[in-house]
């Protein structure tokens, strides 16, 4: 699609954003009026001081002058203090305003859109872009404004002073705003390429920065390095567009400046000579402030619309995850009580990829405070199952039912709230341990924390770390093992007190000792409340109420451990065989 020179509807959308504050927003406008008035006036009065004082000897009338012009430049820089300060500190608002609404965006959408969008790029979005949406108004949109009060009211004073050779000026700005539109199509395209390049840049170095293990793990070390040159490259010579259309503008637009001065001096200096009374000393040293003060703004903002043009693309890019509507539907009226605990699955079918069902039509039941099992192998859709019950994915068809309600009838808050999951891969914030179990949840207290962790018997475990409850795991808990991490996951949901529990793949890939806390820790948060559990190792979940077996997105088999053994060459009784066998 091709890219607008400049895109109205954008632009009043991000001046939505200024509402709350328009007093500053004004108050902005006027001191870059102020600025431009006081910045022209200083070249009139140096105007009236060459001819009227200096000329004439009269140190007087020049001492008060040069006071004048003092007062002038104070309030020069005084307007230009709070014009920079506010123009700034209005940008910073709008951007804590817009990020805050990003966020909050990207926390409702559905785990299907980040199974598609890189990570890397919505923290580009969410960072890098969002800060060039600042730039609009400290270095683009304010700035530009400023620029063209100033050269309006530098124009009215030349016109006032010596019209004519005014107009010598006048005649050459076409020739600068035309070169100054082509470089700013010019830079609008290089940018946009910009752009693109470093989310892909940020996408990459994120993703290999958090598969670094694997990355070492298959001496990929010298492939990436050479992947990461390649995008690095067109990064720079995405770059090197932007260098190349400013080195050519900048040097003409400095020519016609100097081409423009010199035909003022030239022009007004050979009739001051003449004798005619074209003109005045006075003029010409004012009017090379003036011609200064009018091409530089002129040349500055082809810039500074750069700048803008830089918030404008970033601004599209951050409206377009603000306009995706891809989060799960909260239409849900009903508030979750705590649960008895009764799942019912009818006719349910779901797919990840349009027209590939990953569950094909299953029925299932599970009964208040009983404890399940759920079997197969790999993409069987064991996992899939627990996504759907806390809502993660939209079925495709049927209906989930928890104590005989749909549970697209309740709110997703409310209903989540009531399911706790403990994953295979756990994840911990660079946190303390005490924040990661209660995540911030102030009605979670320190006592409470305490008393679960040695009811489950992960507090000596605890306690036996550096600062105990307020050690820092690091990013994803780097700082305590695979187990150790597990148990921690165990508290937190324990805390939490669910009325359903679910534990995914929860005893995969951990030491003996760790299983041992592990299954103490199970058999204490499953006490008297529904569970769900997920497991590979058939050793752990043979005490379980009912053990479902599932396979390519069906339910083959459904009893006890021991009901299931009975059936000769079942899919359970194989599983258990292979594994048995396997293990001894």
């Known amino acids: 699609m091709k890219a607008k020179a400049f895109d109205t509807g954008l632009f009043k959308r991000i001046l939505t954003y200024t509402k709350p504050y328009k007093w500053r927003y004004y108050g902005v406008i006027i001191f870059a009026i102020s600025l431009s008035v006081f910045a022209a006036l200083r070249p009139y009065l140096l105007k009236q001081t060459v001819d009227g004082y200096i000329k004439t000897h009269d140190k007087y009338g020049l001492l008060m ?77 304010f700035m530009i404004i400023s620029d063209l009060m100033k050269m309006i009211v530098v124009l009215l004073f030349m016109f006032y002073m010596n019209w004519k050779l005014t107009w010598i000026v006048v005649i050459a700005m076409p020739i600068l705003v035309y070169i100054t539109r082509i470089f700013q199509r010019k830079m609008q395209v290089a940018f946009e390429e910009v752009r693109t390049q470093i989310a892909n840049m940020n996408s990459f170095v994120q993703e290999r920065v958090t598969g670094m293990k694997i990355v070492q793990l298959f001496n990929r070390e010298k492939i990436e390095a050479e992947n990461f040159k390649e995008i690095n490259n067109k990064h720079k010579v995405a770059w090197i567009k932007t260098i190349l259309y400013n080195s050519i503008f900048f040097p003409i637009a400095d020519i016609i400046s100097s081409i423009t001065l010199g035909l003022v001096v030239v022009y007004g200096g050979f009739r001051i000579l003449n004798g005619d009374q074209f003109t005045t000393f006075g003029d010409l040293f004012s ?9 530089n703004p002129l040349r500055q903002i082809a810039d500074k619309f750069n700048e803008m043009q830089l918030g404008m693309i970033a601004a599209n890019r951050v409206f377009d995850i603000i306009d995706t509507q891809d989060h799960i539907q909260d239409t849900g009226i009903l508030e979750a009580p705590i649960f008895e605990g009764i799942i019912e699955f009818k006719d349910v079918r779901f797919s990840y990829i349009p027209e590939e069902e990953v569950i094909k039509g299953i029925d299932l039941s599970v009964a208040s405070g009983q404890t399940i099992a759920i079997v197969g192998s790999t993409g069987a859709g064991k996992s899939t199952i627990i996504n759907l019950l806390n809502r993660f994915y939209e079925i495709n068809s049927g209906t989930i039912f928890i104590d005989g309600q749909n549970i697209e009838d309740y709110t997703l808050a409310s209903l989540r709230k009531q399911i706790a999951v403990v994953l295979q891969d756990v994840f911990l914030f660079a946190d303390t341990i005490y924040n990661n179990i209660t995540l911030h949840n102030e009605e979670i207290t320190r006592e409470q924390v305490l008393d679960a962790a040695k009811k489950i018997g992960v507090h000596d475990f605890i306690m036996s770390l550096p600062d105990n409850y307020d050690f820092d795991v690091k990013e994803r808990g780097v700082m305590l093992s695979s187990g150790q991490r597990q148990l921690i996951a165990f508290l937190r949901s324990y805390v939490s007190n669910p009325s359903i529990l679910i534990l995914d793949e929860a005893t995969s890939s951990i030491d003996t000792y760790s299983e041992e ?59 258990y065989d292979s594994q048995f066998v396997a293990a001894n």
């Open 65 to 141: 002058y040069i006071v004048l012009m003092g007062v002038v430049l104070l309030m020069e820089v005084f307007s230009q203090f709070y014009f920079v300060f506010w123009a700034n500190w209005l940008g910073q608002d709008i951007v804590k305003d817009i990020r805050n609404k990003l966020f909050k965006h990207i926390l409702s959408f559905r785990m299907k859109y980040f199974d598609l969008v890189p990570v890397g790029q919505l923290v580009t979005r969410s960072v890098s872009d969002i800060e060039s949406i600042a730039r609009i108004f400290s270095q683009g949109l």
């Open 287 to 295: 009017y090379t402030m003036f011609i200064g003060m009018l091409f």
């Open 517 to 575: 806390l592990i299954q103490r820790a199970t058999e204490t948060i499953t006490k008297g409340r529904t569970s769900i559990i997920i497991a590979h190792r058939l050793a752990t979940i043979v005490n379980a109420d009912k053990i479902i077996v599932m396979d390519k997105g069906l339910i083959v088999e459904e009893g006890t451990h021991h009901e299931l053994l009975q059936k000769a060459d079942g899919y359970y009784k194989n599983l």
